[in-house]
């Protein structure tokens, strides 16, 4: 079946840094891609939709200039947590319709777990 | 705004016995719900997805049932084993477009 994958995996940063996230599709094109945010013992939360070649779609409360964005090919999306706090600490996923497949089944990489000191 | 909620947040069951995961939400127009699995430090892995037209749908001992009028899923695990310890996630599509809201999620243990 198709797969995403997430890098790094783990990353623990001082606060004030920037963080980068990785989201790759590995066998299939995805045009749209989306990220999530799940905090302890809490549901995941869409923070924001990824568009191949143009801007992100962010989710109300999701500030767009903290967790940039950029979907520059069919395969990768970046998220990027900008001047990252320790409130920003949590795990963050992406998922990725296959379209070709019929798009209705999403495949979600496997998670990056974030800690800010 | 869409809300899902699922009873019981967790729970624990001899191996063998069936289990039933509750779904519920707030908003009956929805597309589709879907059923996810999610191992600690790992991705989700999609069990079951049920259209908004359909009643239930079924895979090997899974089967998940959608009552649409009432804003209810429930996911039936039959003879359970000490594999499908994990979190179940019942996530729904308003509308169409992948964009999914999550309840907080079912965490199974099945004892040996």
């Known amino acids: 079946g198709a797969v995403v994958s997430q890098h790094p995996s783990w990353v623990i940063c001082k606060s004030g840094t920037s963080v980068k996230i990785e989201c790759r599709s590995l066998?299939?094109?995805?045009?749209?891609m989306f990220w999530y945010r799940q905090f302890p013992k809490q549901s995941l939360m869409l923070m924001a939709t990824?568009?191949?070649?143009?801007?992100?779609?962010?989710e109300q409360g999701v500030e767009k200039d903290k967790f940039l964005i950029n979907h520059a090919s069919l395969t990768l999306s970046t998220l990027t947590v900008t001047s990252a706090h320790p409130e920003d600490s949590s795990f963050y996923i992406c998922?990725?319709?296959?379209?070709?497949?019929?798009?209705?089944?999403?495949?979600f990489g496997p998670g990056t777990r974030l800690l800010v000191l | 705004k869409q809300e899902v909620t699922q009873i019981p947040a967790a729970l624990s069951v001899p191996e063998g016995e069936n289990l039933v995961l509750n779904c519920s939400f707030t908003d009956s127009a929805i597309y589709n719900l879907q059923w996810f699995r999610q191992d600690p430090g790992k991705g989700l892995t999609s069990l079951l997805l049920?259209?908004?037209?359909?009643r239930e749908q079924t895979s090997g001992r899974l089967n998940a049932s959608l009552d649409k009028s009432s804003g209810r899923s429930t996911l039936y695990i039959a003879a359970s084993q000490p594999g499908d310890s994990a979190t179940y996630l019942c996530a729904v599509d308003a509308y169409g477009n992948n964009r999914l809201a999550f309840g907080k999620g079912n965490q199974v243990v099945v004892i040996p």
């Open positions: 990824s568009n191949e070649g143009s801007k992100a779609t962010y």
């Open positions: 049920i259209q908004s037209s359909q």
């Open positions: 066998d299939f094109q995805a045009t749209t």
């Open positions: 998922s990725a319709p296959d379209r070709l497949a019929g798009g209705e089944t999403q495949y």
